[in-house]
């Protein structure tokens, strides 16, 4: 599961990623393949991405002249819930990706969580609601509206937008100023808390996780648990990434569907698809 997991990740974030001559040439892809969302969470700013950041058109259509109700965003967003929910973050997030390759450098004593988890874990609806959503509506640069948590917070977009941008475009590095620096420095933030704690963005600052987090209890990918074999042997807790106990597995808005606790269960009680035992 582990290594299935890990192909998964690299092969969807090449295919999304994959424009080469952007990455050369320092430029954007503004092709049709741009009006498309991809369902992790993909900066329309990294020069090799060929579809854009559901995130992202959210606020682009928040951004627009006058209050309207972003209904093309808000059906991708109810197709992709109801389908997979947070499976897309475990499996199919570009940014998800380096967060679980740094957690793997062998330095720090792992954690699973922060202190205070039990507060924090609502951070990234706070970053939904404030940024996402009010700052969008009421943020103003200039005489245009802006998209606050992309240009305020997302590391993502600066991992796989600024950095390649500028390295690769000498006129952009010239106009670099103190917004890249404060990106900058929440990237390399949240790049040491990665290698110390598992995904601390995922789990308490990421919109779309919450927004996919809604979708867990009843989307259509879920792991199974059958209770009646179980031998509450806690190795599927003990596995669990974020330490969810085997009653949340899966149904709460904290589970990625990472599959761990599938690979650790000793009776194979758990699983991806309704199984029956003979």
């Not at 992709?80 to 450098?105: E, N, T």
């Not at 952009?172 to 790049?191: M, T």
Request: overall charge positive; proline content about 5%.
């Amino acid at each position: 599961m582990k290594n299935l997991r890990l192909k998964v990740q690299l092969l969807y974030t090449i295919l999304t990623n994959g424009y080469i001559y952007g990455f050369l040439s320092g430029k954007i892809y503004r092709g049709k393949m741009k009006y498309a969302c991809v369902p992790g969470l993909n900066c329309y700013s990294c020069p090799g991405a060929i579809a854009s950041c559901p995130i992202g058109a959210l606020q682009a259509l928040l951004n627009q002249q006058g209050y309207q109700i972003p209904f093309a965003a808000l059906g991708f967003f109810f197709l992709f819930g109801s389908l997979l929910g947070r499976f897309v973050c475990g499996w199919l997030c570009p940014f998800g990706l380096v967060q679980d390759l740094l957690h793997k450098i062998p330095v720090f004593r792992k954690r699973k969580r922060l202190p205070l988890h039990s507060v924090l874990k609502y951070g990234k609806y706070l970053v939904l609601l404030l940024l996402v959503c009010v700052g969008s509506f009421f943020l103003f640069g200039g005489y245009a509206k802006v998209p606050a948590f992309c240009k305020y917070l997302c590391p993502s977009g600066t991992f796989f937008g600024a950095i390649p941008l500028l390295a690769s475009n000498e006129m952009l590095r010239s106009q670099a100023g103190g917004l890249f620096i404060w990106k900058l420095g929440i990237l390399l933030f949240i790049v040491f808390l990665s290698v110390k704690v598992y995904r601390p963005f995922c789990q308490y600052l990421c919109p779309l996780g919450a927004i996919y987090g809604w979708f867990n209890r009843f989307s259509l990918v879920q792991i199974h648990w059958e209770k009646e074999h179980c031998v509450s042997c806690m190795a599927c807790e003990k596995a669990c990434p974020v330490s969810l106990s085997v009653e949340e597995i899966s149904c709460s808005p904290e589970c990625i569907r990472c599959g761990k606790c599938v690979e650790a269960c000793p009776q194979h009680c758990l699983h991806f698809a309704k199984t029956k035992k003979k």
